[in-house]
C-alpha cells in the first residue's frame, strides 16, 4: 500500500510562534490560507513582541514567494531542502480562502478560525489522495476542527524535544540507599584536592556530561567531567564539601543548591540553567554567584540582569525615566534578593547602592539585548520559561567571550499565551545543551522560601 503524501495547512499562530516553520515540513506540501495574511498584516503593526515575530514570518515568506508568477504560487513554489537525506522537496502555496462559498455543514465565515477550518475542510475534500493536516497550537481551534470533520488535527512539534515534561532532565541521578553499593567495578586516581572514579557507563544510563551524582544516604555526591565509550569518569565531590559551598554569603540549604553552587561558581561552564519551583532559590543563588564571581574574585567586570514578562513589551515605553528605572518594577524579584544578601548590614540601602555601583549591576529589557555582543559579563535572565526557544537563542549567541550566562524559570508558572511547559524555550535550551561540555542544568528540587511556600507548591 502506498503511504499518502501530507498537506499540512498552518494557522496563524504557528507563524508566531516560529516564523520559519514552514521551512519544517521536509518533503511535504505547506499551505497557507489567505486569512493567515491577513492576520499577520493585522498583528505586524501593534505595539507588542508578537508584531516582530508577524513582521519576520512575512519577510520569510516573500523571501520564498518574490520570484513566482501568481499560478506557481497557487500551485505551489518549491521550498528549500532542509536536510541532506531529504529527496524532494517540499512546496509552499497561498489558498485564497476568500473565494470559499459559505456551504451547508461548514463553520460560518465569522470568524478567523473558522475560515481556517473551512479552507482545511475543502482541500480535504478535493485531495481524497493526500492526507490533509491542521496545523495550530489553539487547543479549541483543533477540537472545532475535529468536531468540524478534519480527519487529521495537530499541534506544531518540531521545536517539542520531550514528550512530558516529567522526561526533562534534572541535572543530577539520585541513587537509593549507599551510592557505591552499586558500584561494582571502579578504579580510582587522585590528582590535586579532587578524585576522579572510572566506573561502568550501565551504572547511569543516558548519562550526559557535567550532570551530577548523589545518593540518599548522604555519602556520595559526584560530577561526570567525561563520557568514554562503556566508562563514565566521576569526580568526586565529597558530599559534605559540596554542602560547605558559598558565595557571599550565602550557603546551600539542601544538596541541590550545594550542586547549583558548584556549576555557578565554576569558571570552566559559560551556561548554567537553574529550573524548580518558587521558592527553591534560583534568583538568590545567581546573584549571590554573580557577586562573587564579580567582586570578590574579579573573574568578570560586570552583572547584566535582565527578566522576560509578557507585560515588558507593552507597557515599558510608557513608564518614566531610564531603561534601568523603567525595568524596576519588573525587577523587583532582584531588589529583593540584594535586600537579603545585605539585610545584617548597618545601613542595607547604603551597601546595596555601594554594591551595584562595585559590580556593575545592570538592569536590561529583553527587547533590547538583540544587536549587542557581551563581553566579560555574568547574564542573569530570570523567568525565561516565558521565552520561545527562537527568543533565547537570540540572547544566547550575545554571549561573547568571557561571559557566564546563567537562565532560571519555573516551568509551573508560564504566563504566554503561545508557550506550553514542553514548549517553551526554558524546556527547549536544557534538553538541547544536556550534553554541551560548557553548560550544566540544576533542577532545584525542594522549597525553601518559607514553610507556607512550600505548602503551597505542593498542595494548590
Known amino acids: 500500500m502506498i503511504e499518502k503524501s501530507t498537506l499540512y495547512v498552518l494557522d496563524t499562530n504557528i507563524l508566531l510562534h516560529e516564523p520559519f516553520a514552514f521551512l519544517s515540513f521536509d518533503e511535504h506540501e505547506v499551505v497557507v490560507p489567505m486569512t493567515v495574511l491577513e492576520e499577520l498584516d ?14 519576520v514570518a512575512i519577510r520569510a515568506l516573500e523571501d520564498v514567494l518574490k520570484d513566482s508568477t501568481p499560478e506557481e504560487v497557487l500551485a505551489g513554489v518549491p521550498l528549500p531542502n532542509t536536510s541532506e537525506t531529504q529527496a524532494n522537496p517540499g512546496t509552499l502555496s497561498i489558498f485564497n480562502d476568500f473565494g470559499l462559498e459559505e456551504k451547508s455543514g461548514a463553520l460560518s465565515h465569522n470568524e478567523n478560525d473558522n475560515r481556517i477550518i473551512n479552507s482545511a475542510l475543502y482541500l480535504q475534500e478535493h485531495n481524497p489522495d493526500k492526507r490533509v493536516v491542521l496545523v495550530t497550537k489553539d487547543i479549541n481551534m483543533r477540537l472545532k476542527g475535529k468536531g468540524a470533520g478534519l480527519a487529521y488535527v495537530e499541534d506544531y512539534r518540531t521545536d517539542q524535544l520531550v514528550d512530558d515534561i516529567k522526561f526533562l ?54 560530577k561526570i567531567v567525561e563520557i568514554r565509550d562503556d566508562k563514565l569518569v566521576v569526580q568526586d565531590l565529597g558530599y559534605e564539601r559540596l554542602m560547605g559551598r558559598n558565595a557571599w554569603g550565602i550557603h546551600p540549604k539542601n544538596i541541590y543548591q550545594g550542586m547549583a553552587f558548584d556549576a555557578l561558581l565554576d569558571p570552566d561552564i559559560d551556561l548554567v540553567i537553574l529550573t524548580g519551583p518558587a521558592g527553591c532559590g534560583k534568583t538568590l543563588l545567581a546573584l549571590a554567584s554573580a557577586l562573587e564571581n564579580v567582586v570578590e574574585r574579579g573573574a568578570y567586570e560586570k552583572i547584566i540582569v535582565t527578566r522576560s514578562t509578557p507585560e515588558i513589551a507593552e507597557s515599558i515605553g510608557f513608564l518614566p525615566g531610564t531603561e534601568e528605572e523603567k525595568m524596576a518594577p519588573w525587577l523587583a524579584a532582584i531588589t529583593d534578593s540584594l535586600e537579603v544578601l545585605h539585610k545584617q548590614d548597618e545601613s542595607m540601602h547604603g551597601s546595596m547602592n555601594y554594591i551595584m555601583e562595585k559590580a556593575n549591576i545592570q538592569f536590561k529589557s529583553v527587547n533590547f539585548m538583540r544587536g549587542r555582543s557581551l563581553q566579560n559579563a555574568v ?82
Do not use: M
Not at 42 to 55: C, G, H, P, T, Y
Not at 381 to 401: F, H, M, P, S, V
Not at 410 to 432: F, K, M, P, W
Open 379 to 460: 547574564v542573569i535572565l530570570d523567568e525565561c520559561q516565558n521565552l520561545t526557544a527562537a527568543q533565547l537563542k537570540t540572547i544566547i549567541t550575545r554571549c561573547g567571550q568571557g561571559t557566564k550566562l546563567i537562565c532560571s524559570g519555573n516551568l509551573a508558572q508560564i504566563d504566554s499565551n503561545y508557550l506550553t511547559a514542553l514548549t517553551s524555550g526554558l524546556t527547549y535550551i536544557v534538553e538541547r545543551f544536556k550534553d554541551y561540555p560548557g553548560s550544566t542544568t540544576v533542577n532545584l528540587n525542594g522549597v525553601v522560601r518559607s514553610s507556607l511556600a512550600s505548602f503551597a507548591e505542593e498542595n494548590l
Open 42 to 55: 493585522s498583528i505586524k503593526d501593534r505595539r507588542k513582541d508578537v508584531s516582530r515575530d508577524a513582521r
Open 169 to 222: 532532565t534534572k541535572g543530577y541521578h539520585k541513587f537509593t540507599g549507599e551510592f557505591w553499593q552499586q558500584v561494582e567495578d571502579c578504579d580510582s586516581e587522585t590528582t590535586g584536592r579532587y578524585t576522579q572514579h572510572l566506573i561502568d557507563k550501565d551504572i547511569v544510563p543516558g548519562a550526559f556530561i557535567n550532570e551530577y551524582l548523589i545518593d540518599e544516604d548522604k555519602t556520595f555526591a559526584g
